[in-house]
């Protein structure tokens, strides 16, 4: 059974910064992800990354002040989010998926067929 666990969110105030972690038991993934989801909001691809090749895509808003990053001998994604904004207020997910239907898609929420029960990031003014 894959597990994928997150940890590190809070409550910040603007220009602060966090640092979320999902730890994955026992599962080597093809894509991982990080996503977030604002009440009343679509679920959206915030960065995903390639675990074995390192190679990393952003959405635009985020692009600058987030950083997505695995350690493979961890089986650790991490999430570094620096000058954050109360717009970026949301629950955030880890996704993993070990198939190839991520290729190419790996800001997608269907790519994914691995998620992690979330962790609340609150960013105020």
């Known amino acids: 059974q894959v597990q994928l666990v997150e940890s590190g969110g809070g409550s910040v105030q603007a220009g602060g910064s966090l640092t979320l972690s999902c730890a994955a038991s026992?599962?080597?993934?093809?894509?991982m992800g990080w996503f977030r989801q604002a009440p009343g909001k679509e679920r959206e691809g915030v960065a995903g990354i390639y675990p074995d090749g390192g190679a990393t895509i952003y959405i635009d808003s985020v692009k600058g002040r987030f950083t997505i990053s695995h350690d493979n001998a961890k089986n650790t994604l991490y999430l570094q989010m620096n000058s954050l904004k109360p717009e970026d207020t949301a629950m955030y997910y880890c996704a993993a998926e070990s198939g190839s239907r991520c290729y190419n898609r790996r800001l997608s929420p269907p790519a994914y067929g691995y998620w992690g029960q979330g962790t609340q990031v609150t960013v105020s003014s």
């Open positions: 026992a599962y080597r993934a093809f894509c």
